[in-house]
């Protein structure tokens, strides 16, 4: 489905405006944003996608936490106008098209790896961004300095823990967070 | 009798959970309507004084903002209980971040410009906002939070400190704490002609539908408020906090939907903190460790707005038999925002100072810190003299010190050291007092064989509906799968705030009466059930609220390891481990969620978090989640929560105690206790940062 959105009421001129096309969990949309608004306004505002989650507002939370191209981001800190022809995947977009969970939702089910739920989506997507990162080698600060570059870091619980200390979460939910992402790791 | 349990994964799942975790769970700010606004409050930026004047002409002229309301055209409010909601009323600036202005737009982005364009010009007047030992304006407040009496004295106190064998006196400070829940406060209001529904992030919407009925006039029957999701609170919603006035205000004015969400640095000056405390606490004991005698005397500060008085001079009138005491609370009233409950209020900073000094007690007597808390154990409460409900603190801590390994210990500060690194180790006590309110319910059998139950109960994150499902089912005798529990929204059965660990104890009080009701009416109909189904009501009042002749607590025992980095000072948790006696535990697998998180929160009291009132600007230096910082991943150990099931009679039909807050109790003095263990240098203020690590080591010569 292509959409057509002008955020309500916003006074769209080039000066302020821009038109965007971009995908969000496969679809295409194009849109005409506000020069001010975020990747996360737009999911949240114009998209009425809220699984990502405005905990700050300033990138310290990662309760906003999204995949841009495969990536983790905090999408409260990217500017929707400077993403024409992303690809975005949300916590929506990540059990596909089925009524299935991802294993990595069941998990953080199955594990009781939340209590209110506003972290979550965040914790979800940025583990996964990290499971990618570490599989492409990707050194962490606590990564054996004289681990081999270019080969996949073996996640051990401080490994996680180390690269998941940028999604906060104020229930204390995280050693459970933990065993869901072990759960997982391939 | 006394069995312990670790969690086992089979107690029943998270009924939200499959929402929450694919991002479909809806929070305040998530009901978008068309036509809705944005609305942005703009603080005062001096800490004292009046609006002068506010140029509201630019920001009118920012594209997209639709008005701008202040004290001088804001709808008048009505007569309210709580002065920290009487907002954009008068010209008055009681504190730095009071909301002076309120811009509401079309779009975030514009409300947010428009904030920015607002010009407030005010008259600054002096201001205290440093609450310091012996400030000349403090005194003793009849009452501190919950009710509790501002100074109890029991014998000669001072007598009996003064002819102690062994004595200790010594001075402790808990900073400001800023509760911030990961969700910040939202509001959404919208007007379906002359009905108002709000969603709102609060621990209870039956009260915060009262408080608007009061505030804008209307009968409750025509307010809706919701919280199905809401994103944490630890006391931070525990009642309105002024976004929800916000919110509803300009929708009055603008008769279109409006949502407020509060910007993360704007939180710690308006939606409550835990106030500082400073605590100076003396123990008097015999050689064979008795107390003798116990002083324990809080400072605090709260607001000229209203009168808030942590109460942590409270648990020092519960755990310990000591014939000799003085618990007493002063309060001083400064120019700063106004303090609220945060997890725990009273027995988190209360018990940091009574545990740590017990801790140095056995120090000084060469005692185990176990034994000295095991033989200072009181027949009743030592305050009430009433009888404890159950009382399982000693069970605690001993199979605490069975698990954690405790015995074999060297008891020597400093014994321990791998490189650079002390190692240490410690234990506290905890406790939280038994609170329970008066709720109502409603059961329905319905004609397909499953039934539904009803209650304004609010699920914060606690496992609300699942727990109460599982009340519903047990007292129906039917499978938890076959039963609905419908919580979060005022226009069901009223029913008591998600504040105090009272929430499972109060809506599950009256979920099982009224399905003990709908039982009973089960048990004396044949045939089959009419289309309406069969119903039954509860209402607890006079029951959940009789006095209690038994002193009704939850205990626990915290222990701890930690390593300090000599040349860092930094502290690292190594192990965490609670033990806790409340009552039956009703599902294992959101109770270990509850105990751990506290334990979570706790430890950022000890270690990572503070905040700290600026003497100049009269706020909060710390305010955003970059600057007051609550443990991440990194810093969190496996932390293990067990329990003791108790059977206490005296509480509830379940059996249940709270136990949403006593996993933060005793937790920051464990690890306390533990990193004198490790360095030989007993620090006295919160948090035990790197720099005051580092700095207590050299100035004790151990670095």
């Known amino acids: 489905m292509t959409g057509q959105h002008t955020p309500a009421g916003a006074t769209a001129s080039h000066a302020t405006a821009s038109d965007v096309t971009l995908r969000v969990n496969g679809k295409p949309y194009t849109l005409t944003v506000d020069h001010r608004r975020t990747l996360l306004d737009l999911l949240r505002e114009d998209l009425d996608l809220p699984g990502a989650k405005k905990g700050c507002d300033h990138g310290q939370c990662g309760a906003c936490t999204v995949l841009l191209g495969g990536r983790r981001v905090n999408s409260c800190l990217l500017l929707a106008v400077s993403l024409d022809g992303c690809d975005v995947t949300t916590v929506e977009g990540l059990s596909g098209d089925g009524e299935e969970l991802h294993p990595l939702q069941r998990a953080f089910q199955e594990r009781d790896a939340f209590q209110c739920g506003y972290c979550t989506p965040g914790q979800i997507c940025s583990a996964l961004g990290m499971l990618a990162e570490a599989a492409a080698g990707h050194p962490s600060h606590v990564t054996d300095p004289a681990a081999p570059a270019d080969r996949p870091v073996r996640l051990d619980r401080p490994e996680i823990r180390e690269r998941l200390s940028g999604n906060l979460c104020r229930c204390g939910a995280y050693p459970r967070i933990v065993e869901a992402v072990e759960d997982v790791i391939p | ?703």
């Open chain 2, 1 to 703: 009798m006394a069995d312990t349990t670790t969690a086992p994964p089979s107690a029943p799942e998270r009924r939200e959970g499959p929402l929450k975790v694919t991002g479909s769970a809806r929070y305040a700010a998530e009901h978008p309507s068309p036509g809705r606004l944005f609305a942005r409050p703009v603080p005062a930026t001096v800490a004292r004084g009046r609006v002068t004047g506010v140029d509201v002409r630019a920001a009118l002229e920012t594209p997209g903002v639709v008005t701008v309301l202040t004290h001088e055209n804001a709808p008048r409010l009505g007569e309210g209980d709580d002065p920290t909601l009487a907002v954009l009323q008068d010209d008055r600036v009681p504190h730095r971040g009071w909301f002076v202005a309120l811009v509401v737009a079309e779009t975030p982005e514009a409300a947010r410009a428009g904030a920015a364009a607002v010009r407030v010009d005010c008259a600054e007047e002096p201001h205290d906002v440093i609450l310091i030992p012996g400030h000349p304006s403090a005194y003793v407040p009849e009452e501190a939070n919950a009710g509790h009496p501002g100074l109890r004295r029991h014998g000669d106190p001072d007598r009996a400190l003064t002819s102690a064998a062994v004595a200790v006196d010594v001075r402790y400070r808990v900073p400001p704490l800023h509760n911030h829940p990961m969700e910040p406060h939202a509001s959404s209001a919208h007007w379906d002609g002359e009905r108002l529904t709000v969603h709102t992030s609060s621990q209870g919407t039956t009260v915060v539908r009262a408080v608007l009925a009061g505030l804008f006039g209307l009968p409750r029957e025509r307010i809706s408020v919701l919280a199905e999701h809401v994103g944490g609170g630890f006391g931070s919603k525990g009642t309105p906090r002024p976004d929800v006035v916000l919110a509803t205000m300009a929708s009055v004015v603008t008769r279109r939907p409006v949502t407020v969400v509060l910007p993360r640095r704007f939180l710690p000056q308006v939606v409550g903190h835990r106030a500082p405390t400073l605590h100076r606490v003396r123990l008097g004991a015999g050689r064979d460790g008795r107390l003798t005698g116990l002083v324990h005397e809080v400072a605090t500060h709260t607001s000229r707005v209203k009168e808030f008085v942590e109460q942590a001079a409270v648990p020092s009138r519960v755990m310990y038999a000591a014939p000799n005491s003085l618990t007493v609370h002063r309060v001083v009233p400064l120019d700063v925002p106004t303090p609220s409950w945060m997890r725990a209020p009273g027995e988190a900073p209360g018990m940091y100072a009574l545990e740590s000094a017990m801790d140095e007690l056995a120090g000084a007597l060469g005692m185990d810190p176990v034994e000295l808390r095991i033989v200072n154990e009181p027949r009743t409460e030592p305050d009430s003299g009433r009888p404890f409900s159950s009382r399982h603190l000693v069970d605690c801590l001993r199979e605490g010190a069975r698990r954690f390994g405790w015995d074999g210990r060297d008891p020597r500060p400093r014994s321990r050291a791998e490189g650079p690194l002390l190692i240490g180790t410690g234990v506290a006590a905890a406790t939280y007092p038994v609170l329970v309110q008066p709720s109502t319910a409603v059961a329905h059998a319905l004609p397909d064989g499953t039934f539904l139950v009803e209650i304004n109960a609010t699920d914060i994150g606690t496992g609300a509906r699942t727990v109460l499902a599982g009340i519903a089912a047990d007292a129906l005798g039917v499978p938890p799968e076959r039963v609905r529990a419908e919580v979060g929204r005022s226009d069901l059965p009223p029913a008591s705030l998600a504040g105090g660990s009272s929430g499972t104890a109060s809506w599950g009080w009256a979920v099982h009466e009224a399905c003990v009701g709908l039982a009973g009416r089960l048990s004396g109909h044949a045939g089959p059930l009419p289309a309406e189904g069969l119903t039954a009501r509860s209402d607890t009042r006079g029951k959940a609220d009789a006095e209690s002749p038994y002193a009704r607590h939850a205990f626990g025992a915290v222990f701890a390891e930690v390593a300090v980095d000599t040349v860092t000072g930094e502290i690292r948790v190594r192990r965490l481990l609670g033990v806790y006696a409340a009552g039956r535990i009703l599902n294992a697998r959101t109770a270990r969620s509850q105990f751990t998180g506290g334990l979570t929160m706790g430890l950022g009291m000890a270690l990572t978090e503070g905040s700290t009132v600026d003497a100049a600007f009269g706020d909060f230096a710390e305010r955003d989640l970059a600057a007051y910082h609550v443990p991440v991943h990194a810093d969190v150990p496996d932390i293990e929560a067990h329990w003791i099931e108790e059977d206490d009679p005296h509480l509830n039909p379940m059996g249940s105690k709270g136990i949403g807050e006593i996993g933060i109790v005793g937790t920051p003095a464990a690890l306390g206790n533990a990193v004198h263990h490790a360095t030989g240098v007993r620090f006295r203020e919160l948090p035990l940062t790197p720099d005051r690590v580092l700095r207590g080591l050299t100035e004790a010569g151990a670095h």
